[in-house]
Each structure stands twice: as C-alpha cells, then as structure tokens.
C-alpha cells in the first residue's frame, strides 16, 4: 500500500527541493520529474512528441509499479498547466493507480512570487540535477513564457482532492515546506 506525494507548481517553486527535503524525514522515496526528462533528450530534442510520449509512458511503468510494491510510497514533483483539462486528468489517473492498489494519493501544491522563482531557477541545486535548465538564458526565457502562456497554479476550490495543501512557499525554507507536508498529511 504505496503512497504516493505529487508536488506540483510552477518552474523553479521550489518542487525538487522540497521533495529532497521531505525524502529526508520520511521513509518515502523521492524522484523529479527531469530525471524522466533530462534522460531522454540525449536522443529526442526536448519539445518532441517522441520525448513526451516516451516520458510519459516511463512516470505510467514507474507509478504502476510504485503502486503495486512494498515500498512505503514516493514523492514525485511535476508543472501542471491547469488551464489544460488534461493535465488534471492525468493527475486523477495517477491518483486512481494508487488508490486502485490500496495506496494513498497526496498532492501538494507550491506556489511562489515570480521574483522568487527567478531567483531559485539559477541555484546551484536546480542546475546540478536539472541539466535542461544549465542554459540560463533560455530557462529564464521558458519560465517567463510558460507564466504567460499558461496557469500554472489553480483557483480556490479547483482541487478538491481529499489529501491536498496548498502552500505559498515564497518566505519559508524548503525544510520548513516539508515538515509542514510530513504534519499535515501525517507521513
């Protein structure tokens, strides 16, 4: 009976790291969302519908299997546009695969000021572990573009998720983020 903690938000809130955090005070494995990414774009350019496809169908193996093991849970961080339907369609499945299996589904939300994020999407943390975001230049670009064009954190009420927090971690440590989590979801 896996869990699993999907931290989601906008580019550079912070979601990797809290993850890391959280990781560290509980028995909860821990994996970003450019661990499925970064490993293919040695092959498929970033933006290919090969890329996304093959991502997808990699996190789909990794939580099915997640979900059927002896492994207390992981934390998995991802961006969700949530002015996509299908994007809070793909977090319910992700939600079903869990619950069908007699696990637990968490979502935490982060959100965080734009001054913040930019401040966060050049920290040597985020750029040893995300190697798509060393060109700063065009990471900065994408940040900016995607809060654009996209919503990347939902309107009240848009969740309604039993387990779910949302928290604006733009003043507080990531340490401080998690502990908050680990409290309210009693990992």
Known sequence: MAKLV???GPQAVGKMTVGQELA???DLKFMHNHETIDVLTNIFD???KERKRLTDEFRMLIFNEVAKSDLKGLIFTVMCFFDNPSE????TKIKHIFEDAGGEFYMVELEADLEERRRRNVTENR???KPS???IEFSDK???HTLENHRLNSIPGEITYENYIKINNTNITAEETARMIKEKFKL
């Open 6 to 8: 999907m931290i989601v």
């Open 24 to 26: 560290k005070i509980t």
């Open 46 to 48: 970033i933006c290919s």
């Open 88 to 91: 809070k369609e793909w977090l």
């Open 127 to 129: 750029l040893a572990n």
């Open 133 to 135: 975001k060393r060109n």
């Open 142 to 144: 994408e940040l900016l």
